[in-house]
């Protein structure tokens, strides 16, 4: 089964207060078994999927290898690495199709090992608390291709009402005595400018929606 996330373990347990309140041998251990059985919750039949690597110099290795399978999750030990970094970096090279693959961690450098192959990434608090799939959201999110909660746009649905509102308000203002908009007028975007409460990236992004200002990239 081909890998379609890649958890950058110690990376979600340390950001995500996952170990309580004393980082100790055990408490990391039962850590690892939260993590994994919280996996294996959220993406039910497709846990084979995920793939979790573990740093050996952390772990106290009684019994573990390098590689095996816990409670359905792919997990690797770092053995004979320096650092689980090394290893997420190896494993992402030797995907078979790394656009497929969503890597999490926090780590800048492991990032960056993921953006040079054109792998997704996702910051381990927002995948842990925010943007961790469901299984039935896992399923959805490998036909589209994108992992749950990354979006294209900086404005959310309730955002843009919340535009769309307030520029149908300014656009209905008489202006040097013009009639005020009718209704079912279509809703043309107003110019904006400092009157608005927003920032102005938010207001930049508004006109683009509303078809009045090209995209960055056109």
């Not at 589209?144 to 535009?163: I, V, Y």
């Amino acid at each position: 089964m081909i890998c379609t996330t890649l958890i950058d373990g110690y990376n979600v347990i340390f950001g995500c207060g996952l170990y309580g309140k004393h980082a100790t041998a055990e408490s990391l251990a039962q850590a690892r078994h939260r993590l994994l059985l919280e996996i294996g919750q959220r993406y039910g039949k497709r846990t084979n999927q995920v793939t979790v690597v573990f740093d050996a110099q952390r772990a106290a290795l009684t019994g573990q290898t390098e590689r095996q399978t816990e409670l359905g999750v792919d997990v690797y030990y770092s053995v004979g690495y320096s650092n689980a970094d090394l290893l997420i970096d190896e494993l992402i090279g030797a995907h078979p199709d790394p656009q497929r693959l969503t890597v999490v961690s926090s780590d800048h450098w492991v990032q960056n090992a993921a953006r040079r192959r054109r792998a997704k990434f996702v910051d381990a608090e927002a995948w842990y608390y925010d943007d961790q799939p469901t299984a039935d959201q896992a399923e959805d999110n490998e036909v589209t291709g994108k992992p749950t909660g990354q979006s294209d746009d900086l404005l959310d649905d309730a955002e843009k009402k919340s535009w769309e509102l307030w520029a149908q308000q300014l656009a209905d203002q008489p202006d040097d005595g013009q009639a005020t908009a009718k209704e079912g007028d279509q809703l043309d975007a107003p110019p904006l400018d400092n009157r608005s409460p927003f920032p102005q990236d938010y207001l930049d992004e508004l006109q683009r929606y509303l078809g009045k200002r090209p995209p960055d990239d056109a």
